[in-house]
C-alpha cells in the first residue's frame, strides 16, 4: 500500500494524535497512556497496560532507558458527588506511543491504523533525512565552484599560466596524488568533475584548501608560477595533516558519491510537484 492510499486513514490518526498532546511548561510534548489507550481501541487498561510494557520491554532492548520515556504518574478520575481518586498512568513521549503501537494487537483496526500511520511518518523523515543532506551537497558545490573561480583569479594575478599544473599541485598536497590518480582510485570515470562526485566531508576539506590558497596568495603577495604551486600544494598539506590529527578520513579514502547532476535534476523535479503560492 502507498503512502497516497494510507492518506485518509494516517491523516485521522494524526488527528486525534494531536489532539491528545499535552505540552509541558518547557514546551515539550507528550501523551498520556490513559488518553492513548483510547485512540488504540483498548477498553481495558489492564490488557492496554500489557502493550505498555512490551513497549517498555523494546525501549530497554534497543539501549534506551525505559524510564526517559515512560514517566509514572498519577491520573485524577472523578467518581462522582465531587470525589476523585488517583489512578496509575504514564506520560510518553513520541517515541514511546511509537513503541506502543508497534507493540499493540495488530487484530485491532485503530492499532493497524497508528502502525501506518508511524511507518508514513518515518518514511517522510528518512526522505527529509535524505533531501537535507542532498540541498547541503548541492550548496557546498556551488560555493566551491565559485571559489575555484575566484582562486583562478589570484592565481592568474600571481602569473600562473598553466592552471592544470598549478590546480594538481593543490590535489597533490590534500590528496597525496593527481586528480587522474584520485578518479582512478575512486572509480570516476576522467570525463566526470571530481567534485561533481564528491560528499559534503571531501567538498568541505577542498573549499577550505581552495580559500586558504587564495588568501595566502594575495595576502604574501606570491609572484611566480612555480612559487603559486608550491604554495597550493603546501596549503592542501596542511589541510591533509589537519584531517589526520583530529582522526578524520583523507580525501582519497572516502567513497565517490552519486553524481550531484543527477542529484540537482531530481531535485528539480521534485520542486516542480510542490504546490505553487497563489500570485
Not at 481518586?85 to 493497524?112: H, W
Not at 583562478?152 to 598553466?162: F, I, N, S, T
Not at 598539506?237 to 550531484?260: C, D, M, W
Amino acid at each position: 500500500m502507498t503512502d497516497d492510499e494510507l492518506l485518509p486513514e494516517v491523516g485521522n490518526v494524526k488527528d486525534s494524535f494531536d489532539a491528545i498532546k499535552r505540552m509541558t511548561k518547557t514546551g515539550i510534548e507528550y501523551w498520556h497512556a490513559r488518553d492513548l489507550q483510547n485512540i488504540l481501541g483498548y477498553a481495558r487498561w489492564e490488557t492496554f497496560e500489557d502493550a505498555i510494557k512490551r513497549a517498555r520491554q523494546a525501549c530497554e532492548s534497543a539501549g534506551v532507558e525505559p524510564r526517559h520515556h515512560f514517566a509514572d504518574v498519577t491520573k485524577k478520575v472523578s467518581l462522582g458527588s465531587r470525589a476523585e481518586r488517583g489512578v496509575r498512568d504514564y506520560a510518553l513521549t513520541r517515541n514511546a506511543a511509537y513503541l506502543i503501537a508497534m507493540n499493540g494487537d495488530p487484530s485491532k483496526p485503530e492499532i493497524a491504523a497508528a502502525q501506518a500511520y508511524f511507518a508514513v511518518q518515518t518514511r517522510r523523515q528518512e526522505q527529509a533525512d535524505t533531501l537535507s543532506e542532498t540541498e547541503a551537497r548541492i550548496e557546498l558545490r556551488d560555493r566551491l565552484r565559485e571559489d575555484v573561480k575566484e582562486l583562478g583569479h589570484a592565481a592568474k594575478d600571481a602569473g600562473v599560466e598553466r592552471f592544470g599544473l598549478f590546480h594538481d599541485a593543490g590535489y597533490r598536497g590534500l590528496y597525496g596524488m593527481g586528480l587522474s590518480q584520485i578518479k582512478a582510485r575512486k572509480s570516476i570515470p576522467q570525463n566526470e568533475e571530481l567534485f561533481d562526485r564528491a560528499g559534503r566531508a571531501e567538498l568541505a576539506a577542498n573549499d577550505f584548501r581552495i580559500t586558504q590558497t587564495e588568501e595566502k596568495l594575495r595576502r604574501d603577495k606570491i609572484k611566480g608560477e612555480q612559487s603559486a604551486m608550491r604554495t597550493h600544494q603546501a596549503v592542501g598539506q596542511e589541510v591533509r595533516q589537519t584531517i589526520e590529527k583530529i582522526g578524520g578520513i583523507t580525501p582519497e579514502h572516502l567513497p565517490a558519491e552519486p553524481s550531484i547532476k543527477k542529484l540537482v535534476s531530481a531535485k528539480r523535479k521534485q520542486d516542480k510537484k510542490l504546490p505553487q503560492p497563489n500570485p
